[in-house]
């Protein structure tokens, strides 16, 4: 039976795929000052369509809004393998365009909303999917 922590970790394949959407969307809401990035490409990396994925993603990633929260506060704090954590401080830098405060160092419950911000937005996301799909003709 997995551990609570290994349930939470991250790998290198998390890292080329959402992981790194969302250490991208890190780096960018640094770099506007702690706004939520409203450009169309962030929202395009978290969305793209009627398409079941969204739900399916999410029951087979994360299963719980719980451990949701804790993988993604880990995508952005886990420390210990290292190609993870370069490809972590180059996205977050390269997007923010230079060097910010590391998610890990965030004062106060920053990174606490902020994770959580992303497991409620991502559940948005899975009840519009399904209301979209359930609106579409069925086919014969």
């Given at each position: 039976?997995?551990?609570?922590?290994?349930?939470?970790?991250?790998?290198?394949?998390?890292?080329?795929?959402?992981?790194?959407?969302?250490?991208?969307?890190?780096?960018?809401?640094?770099?506007?000052?702690?706004?939520?990035?409203?450009?169309?490409?962030?929202?395009?990396?978290l969305y793209d369509g009627p398409q079941p994925r969204l739900a399916l993603f999410f029951a087979d990633r994360f299963r719980a809004p719980e451990l949701a929260t804790a993988i993604a506060r880990s995508a952005l704090t886990d420390a210990g393998d290292l190609l993870i954590d370069a490809g972590r401080t180059g996205l977050i830098t390269d997007i923010a365009d230079?060097?910010?405060?590391?998610?890990?160092?965030?004062?106060?419950?920053?990174?606490?909303r902020l994770t959580q911000g992303f497991t409620e937005r991502l559940l948005e996301l899975v009840a519009?999917?399904?209301?979209?799909?359930?609106?579409?003709?069925a086919y014969v």
């Open positions: 039976m997995p551990t609570s922590t290994s349930c939470t970790r991250i790998n290198r394949g998390d890292i080329a795929a959402w992981a790194g959407d969302w250490i991208t969307f890190y780096g960018d809401w640094r770099r506007n000052g702690d706004q939520v990035p409203g450009d169309e490409s962030t929202r395009a990396a230079g060097p910010v405060l590391a998610p890990a160092f965030l004062r106060g419950d920053a990174l606490e519009e999917e399904r209301e979209l799909i359930a609106a579409l003709p």
